[in-house]
């Protein structure tokens, strides 16, 4: 029985899923986005989401907790020089999985995996939204006063 084992093994070894694992959060670390399985994109964000965490504070115990896991001293910078301004302010939260659809061979669910704060597209989309303001009680009370001083100022008119 598998109580209390939440993780999705992969149907890999742990040796081999520790490695995949370490391999994504790399590329996902030093292009911002990568395409995978469903399934392999949510045991990423369990994997990648610490570390990022962990990158928000720069000092020597956290480079070499997230060395010790990624194992690439270039994305370790890259993490804790670029990255981790960028998710400065977030509280939690830094990855985005979009489902793209299916692949041809297997009909294995596919998805992007990338990292929130470097999608100009939707941050853009964000920023608009943002700007977007509705005062929806000033509009009701308004054409009320209005349609009534209306009918009286005609009345006048007419005669």
């Keep these: 029985m598998r109580h209390n084992k939440k993780f999705n093994h992969l149907s890999r070894t742990s040796e081999h899923r520790a490695a995949m694992l370490s391999n994504m959060a790399c590329s996902l670390i030093m292009h911002k986005r990568i395409s995978t399985t469903t399934a392999k994109a949510k045991a990423l964000r369990m994997y990648v989401e610490p570390l ?29 020089q670029n990255v981790s301004e960028k998710i400065a302010n977030r509280p939690g939260g830094y990855t985005r999985i979009l489902r793209t659809g299916f692949r041809l061979g297997d009909a294995a669910e596919m998805c992007i995996i990338e990292l929130v704060d470097y999608n100009e597209n939707m941050l853009k989309d964000a920023k608009k939204a ?15 006063a209005e349609e009534a001083a209306a009918p009286a100022e005609e009345a006048p008119k007419a005669e």
Excluded at 61 to 74: G, P, S, T
């Design 52 to 80: 990022l965490t962990k990158a928000k504070e720069d000092t020597t115990a956290n480079r070499r907790l997230v060395f010790a896991k990624l194992k690439q001293k270039e994305v370790v910078t890259e993490l804790f």
């Design 130 to 144: 943002a700007k977007k303001t509705t005062r929806r009680a000033g509009k009701k009370a308004a054409p009320k």
